[in-house]
C-alpha cells in the first residue's frame, strides 16, 4: 500500500512540527513520520526542556547556601536526587504529551514508524506500536530533520572505562561524588555546574584555549572564574592521551602546558558535541549530499537536490530550537512554490542568531562576536558594563559579568552583543530587539529604563558607544 503526499516531513520534533503545520496551512497534503521511542523531539525530550528542569533544582540548591549572606538562617540543603528527575519527568511528560497531541491532530498525516528512502521519492515504514500505517509512501518534496545524537570521540580506554552522555545524566539518580566533564561548550557547561551545584566535585578539560571558543574572549574567561569560584576545577588548551579504569575509579591523561596531567573521578560525562542522526534513512538513494555528517542546505533550506529540503540539527549551522522552527518554516513555504513551479524565495537570516546557556550566572549572546565582524571586514566600535557596578544587580548579589554591544563605527548600529549576567537569557532580547528594526545605540540610550532594574544597565554602553561615534 502506497500513498503520495505533497510534503513528507521525516521528524516530528520542533522543526518538524512548525513545517508541518506551516505546510498545512498554505494546502498541501502533508505526512509526518515520526520514528523516535517517544514522541516530542529532541528539545522536549533530551535537550532543551529536562536540562533546564534540572538546573533549576540545582541553582536553587546553591543559592538556598548563600542564604546567609542575604540575613537569612536555614541549615546546609540537601538535594534529593530522585526527586529532582522525577519533577523532570513529570514536567516533561506534560510536554511530550502537548506535542504528540498537536501532531496527531494536526490537519496531516501522523505516521509513528521509521522511515527509509528506497528510491529519491519514496519512503518505506517500518511501524512503531500497534497502529496501522501505510508500508510506503511517496511525495513530491520532502523535509529531513531527525535531529541529532551525541557525538562518537576516538579516545583511547574511554569505551573500555565507560562514560555517561547528556542522555545519561537525564535518568542518572544515584548520587556521585566526582566528575569529569569533557568539552567546554553549552552542553557541558550546563551539566557541569548542575552537578557542581549538587555538591559534587567536577573538573572540566577543554581542547580549546577557553570555554566557549566561538564566543569573544571575556565571555568564556567569565565563565571559568565563576566556575573557580564554584569549587570546579578547568582545565582548557588541552589534549586527551588516554582514559583509564581502575578499582572502579575512571582518570583521564592529558596534556596542559607542555606537562602531562591525571584527573580521577567516579564518573566521566562525554560532552565533545553532537552530530546529526541519520542512520537508517538511507539518504543515499536520493543523491542529497553531507558533509561531515551534516546535510548540506542553501539558504532556502533546499539541498542539492532541489524536492528534498532539510532543517534543523541535521543540517545546522546553529544547533538551537528557535532557529530549527524558522528553517521548518522556511522549507515548507519554499516546498509549496516548488510545488507551484516557482522559485523557492523564502529565505534564512541568521544577522539575529541567538543562544543562550543556562549557567549561573546565565551567558547570551545576539549577532556577531568581535571576530566575526573582524572577519568581514567591519569597522565596529565596541563597549562593555560590568554587573559589579550595577545598582540592582549588586542588591541581588550578582556581581559576577558583564553586558557587551557592538555597533557599526560609522551608523552606530547595533549588530551584536553578549551579556554574562544575572537574567541574561531575558535581558538578550532587548539588543535583539533593537536589531531586528536595525536600530542603533543611539536608540538604546535613549530608551526610558526604570530604576533599579537589570535591564537599565544597556544603556551605559550604548552611550558610551554614542561618546566614541561623536
Avoid at 41 to 70: D, Q, V, W, Y
Avoid at 114 to 142: D, Q, S, W, Y
Avoid at 244 to 254: P, R
Wanted: a neutral charge.
Amino acid at each position: 500500500m502506497t500513498s503520495a503526499f505533497d510534503l513528507a516531513v521525516v521528524g516530528g520534533g520542533s522543526a518538524g512540527y512548525a513545517a508541518a503545520r506551516t505546510a498545512a496551512a498554505l494546502g498541501l497534503k502533508v505526512a509526518v513520520v515520526e520514528g523516535g521511542e517517544r514522541v516530542g523531539g529532541l528539545c522536549i525530550l533530551r535537550g532543551c526542556m529536562p536540562t533546564k528542569a534540572m538546573l533549576e533544582s540545582a541553582h536553587r540548591n546553591h543559592e538556598i547556601g548563600r542564604a546567609a549572606e542575604f540575613g537569612i538562617r536555614v541549615g546546609k540543603p540537601k538535594p534529593d536526587w530522585k526527586a529532582i528527575l522525577k519533577r523532570k519527568d513529570r514536567l516533561i511528560s506534560e510536554f511530550a504529551d502537548y506535542r504528540q497531541s498537536q501532531l496527531e491532530k494536526g490537519k496531516f498525516s501522523f505516521f509513528r514508524a521509521k522511515g527509509r528512502f528506497t528510491t529519491p521519492n519514496h519512503l518505506a515504514l517500518e511501524k512503531i506500536g500497534k497502529e496501522r500505517v501505510p508500508t510506503e509512501i511517496e511525495a513530491k518534496t520532502f523535509l529531513i530533520c531527525t535531529g541529532s545524537r551525541s557525538a562518537q570521540r576516538d579516545i583511547p580506554g574511554l569505551s573500555e572505562a565507560g562514560y555517561w552522555t547528556s542522555d545519561d545524566c537525564l535518568e542518572a539518580s544515584k548520587p556521585v561524588k566526582s566528575l569529569i566533564v569533557l568539552g567546554g561548550r553549552a552542553v557541558a557547561m550546563e551539566f557541569a555546574q548542575y552537578y557542581a551545584h549538587l555538591g559534587v566535585k567536577v573538573t572540566v578539560i577543554q581542547r580549546s584555549e577557553r570555554l566557549l571558543p566561538e564566543s569573544d574572549p571575556e565571555v568564556g574567561e567569565t565563565m571559568s572564574d565563576v566556575f573557580h569560584k564554584d569549587g570546579m576545577k578547568v582545565y582548557c588548551g588541552t589534549q586527551i592521551e588516554r582514559v583509564e579504569k581502575n578499582n572502579g575509579i575512571k582518570s583521564v591523561c592529558f596534556l596542559h602546558g607542555g606537562r602531562k596531567k591525571s584527573v580521577a573521578a567516579e564518573e566521566i560525562l562525554q560532552a565533545l558535541g553532537r552530530e546529526p542522526n541519520l542512520e537508517g534513512l538511507n539518504l543515499s538513494v536520493t543523491g542529497v549530499k553531507t558533509e561531515r555528517g551534516k546535510v548540506l542546505t542553501q539558504p532556502t533550506q533546499q539541498t542539492n537536490v532541489p524536492y528534498i529540503f532539510a532543517a534543523g540539527d541535521v543540517c545546522g549551522p546553529y544547533e538551537v530550537v528557535h532557529l530549527a522552527i524558522q528553517q521548518g518554516e522556511t522549507a515548507a513555504k519554499n516546498a509549496a512554490l516548488y510545488l507551484e513551479g516557482k522559485k523557492p524565495k523564502e529565505k534564512m537570516d541568521y544577522r539575529m542568531k541567538l543562544e543562550v546557556i543556562f549557567t549561573s550566572p546565565e551567558v547570551g549572546a545576539v549577532g556577531y562576536s568581535e571576530r566575526e565582524c573582524q572577519e568581514k571586514g567591519w569597522e565596529i566600535v565596541t563597549a562593555s558594563y560590568p554587573f559589579n557596578d550595577h545598582g540592582k544587580s549588586i542588591v541581588m548579589g550578582e556581581m559576577f559579568g558583564f553586558v557587551k554591544l557592538i555597533a557599526m563605527k560609522g551608523s552606530g548600529e547595533i549588530v551584536g552583543s553578549q551579556v554574562v549576567g544575572p537574567h541574561a537569557s531575558d535581558l538578550i532580547h532587548e539588543p535583539m530587539s533593537i536589531m531586528r528594526y536595525r536600530g542603533t545605540v543611539k536608540d538604546m540610550a535613549e530608551m526610558p529604563h526604570y530604576h533599579p532594574t537589570l535591564s537599565e544597565i544597556w544603556s551605559y554602553p550604548a552611550e558610551e558607544i554614542m561618546g566614541k561615534l561623536d
